[in-house]
């Protein structure tokens, strides 16, 4: 089956991205949301894309408007999935809202529709259950800056038809992606596998009184050649996302993870710095220090 119609359910930092992206390779998208007031953020959030394509990718105006007119934006899930061939999940990464949002999804959504998660760090198989359709669920987990960043990993639970499987990739294809199947179950797929421990550990050092963000950053994009550093990458990944993430380890025991989840939270969250979507995190924008040109240098 060729996927034309597509919902995605969460319309934050990376939900507002996928819709985009999916509605400039051509595809009727509708966005859903908790409320109007959520879809009204994600309208402004994907009409700021429009000039990232524009300057990160040559885009016409023409373009960015045509791809903006294919969205549509509903707040009442069962009309927002009645048309849906592919329904992408882009909601809080907190283990029990997600689990509400596949039952309820599970009851209205038409049966020719495929879910994907895009959760982070979770795995299909938490979910599996509470969609009522395992064989037709599966993750495809993209990168934040989607449209340059371009990986899509998909990956697969015990129970997912192969069928779909093959179906997500041609989709993931299709958007502009290059496609990485994983037929494995792996908390965080690749990139977070990696990603994850090495946030974590820039943050242990902060913590430590060993280094500020800065000098943490410094040092690793000198001796690395890199353009970012963690907390550049935490500030363009933006903090709910983290901090979710760190609670629900929490919540499992780990209480490193706490001692991090408690600090983003009182130093940050709780200012209103969420990370450069907001204007600040642990830089300001839209001229971080980090982008200056003699940072590297003294
Ligand atoms: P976010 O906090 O920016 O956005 C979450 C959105 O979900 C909000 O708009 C919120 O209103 C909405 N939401 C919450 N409950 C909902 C519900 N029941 N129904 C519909 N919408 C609901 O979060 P984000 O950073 O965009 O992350 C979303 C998902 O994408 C998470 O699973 C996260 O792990 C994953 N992800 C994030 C990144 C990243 O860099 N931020 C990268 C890859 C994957």
């Known amino acids: 089956m060729e996927y034309m119609d597509i919902t995605i359910a969460g319309s934050g930092v990376l939900g507002s991205q996928i819709a985009f992206q999916t509605a400039f390779k051509g595809f009727n998208v509708t966005v859903y949301d908790i409320d109007d007031e959520a879809l009204e953020r994600a309208k402004v959030r994907i009409r700021n894309l429009e000039q990232r394509y524009q300057e990160d990718l040559g885009a016409l105006e023409e373009e960015v408007n045509s791809a903006y007119n294919r969205i549509s934006f509903c707040s009442v899930l069962s009309k927002a999935v009645s048309n849906a061939d592919l329904l992408i999940e882009a909601i ?4 029990q809202i997600k689990v509400d949002f ?26 599996a259950e509470a969609t009522g359709r395992p064989e037709k669920f599966l993750a495809l987990h993209f990168a934040n800056e989607i ?30 992606m ?32 060993i280094a ?6 410094k040092t690793w994009m000198i001796a690395s050649g890199s353009p970012i ?22 919540k499992a025991g780990d209480n ?10 009182t130093e940050f969250i709780d200012k209103g710095k969420f990370g450069k979507e907001s204007g600040e995190g642990f830089y300001k924008y839209p001229n971080p220090n980090y982008m200056k040109p003699d940072f590297l240098k003294s």
């Open 102 to 127: 596949y039952k309820e999804l599970g009851k209205v959504a038409p049966e020719k529709t495929t879910f994907v998660t895009n959760s982070s760090t979770l795995l299909p198989s938490q979910f």
């Open 178 to 209: 290059v496609a990485i199947p994983l037929y494995k179950e792996q908390p965080g797929y690749i990139l977070n596998t990696l990603l994850v421990p090495y946030l974590e550990a820039a943050t242990c050092l902060v913590m430590k009184g």
């Open 229 to 250: 550093g963690p907390f550049g990458a935490y500030d363009v990944i933006g903090f709910n996302t983290p901090y979710n993430a760190l609670l629900e380890k929490e």
């Open 147 to 176: 449209w340059k960043n371009n990986t899509a990993e998909i990956m697969k639970h015990k129970e997912t038809d192969m069928k779909v499987f093959d179906e997500v990739i041609e989709f993931a294809k299709a958007i502009g």
């Open 256 to 265: 490193q993870a706490a001692e991090v989840a408690e600090w983003l939270k």
């Open 92 to 95: 809080s990464e907190v283990v």
């Open 212 to 217: 500020d963000p800065e000098t943490v950053d």
